[in-house]
């Protein structure tokens, strides 16, 4: 149904920061999405996300490309086919880079993974909903757009990937997860 194709590439923080942060626009757009303040992973946040960015020097930004083939590309599926191709790509591919990305933090002292869009451990059940501490602090990690990032921005400058939407139950040509490792801590 699908290939992936992987880019990689590394950015400074603080050319980061300049050219793709902008906290202000992307927190009007989490607070229209359904898990502003409901998940851990998502804003309100009790710390300054510049203050975060700025704890490391650089961030490996990591695209992953899923190319999907003909008999699927362009093509019109009613809303239970597209979440069993979504759940068939898009989750099982963002579920193997987290797995990536929490080894290589494994073996990068001082690094910290972000993750590809929102939280899923819980399973859209997280716990702060309820008020109550995050189950798995250990593997809890924000996402680039979480944190201000202007994640369309970045890929199209820094690696030359235009986003694609489903528009109207058409799937696509490709989605493209983006994810990162902040490391070289201060």
């Known amino acids: 149904m699908y290939t992936t194709k992987r880019h990689c590439m590394s950015v400074g923080i603080e050319e980061y920061l300049d050219g793709y942060v902008n906290i202000e626009e992307f927190l009007t757009y989490c607070q229209t999405c359904p898990n502003y303040q409901t998940f851990w992973a998502c804003p309100p946040f009790d710390f300054s996300p510049i203050d975060y960015w700025k704890q490391f020097e650089t961030l490996d930004l990591y695209a992953e490309e899923i190319i999907f083939d003909e008999a699927h590309a362009g093509k019109k599926f009613d809303q239970e086919e597209m979440d069993r191709i979504i759940d068939d790509s898009l989750k099982q591919v963002k579920k193997q880079l987290t797995e990536e990305l929490y080894e290589i933090e494994r073996q990068t002292p001082g690094s910290v993974s972000l993750s590809a869009g929102s939280c899923e451990l819980c399973q859209g059940n997280c716990t702060r909903k309820d008020k109550?501490?995050?189950?798995?602090?250990?593997?809890?990690?924000?996402?680039?757009?979480?944190?201000?990032?202007n994640v369309?921005?970045?890929?199209?400058?820094?690696?030359?990937?235009?986003?694609?939407?489903?528009?109207?139950?058409?799937?696509?040509g490709r989605f493209v997860l983006v994810c990162g490792l902040l490391k070289n801590s201060k």
């Open 132 to 149: 109550e501490a995050c189950r798995f602090p250990d593997k809890m990690r924000y996402s680039i757009e979480a944190l201000g990032g």
């Open 152 to 172: 369309g921005l970045t890929i199209n400058k820094l690696m030359g990937i235009e986003l694609e939407w489903i528009r109207e139950g058409v799937l696509p």
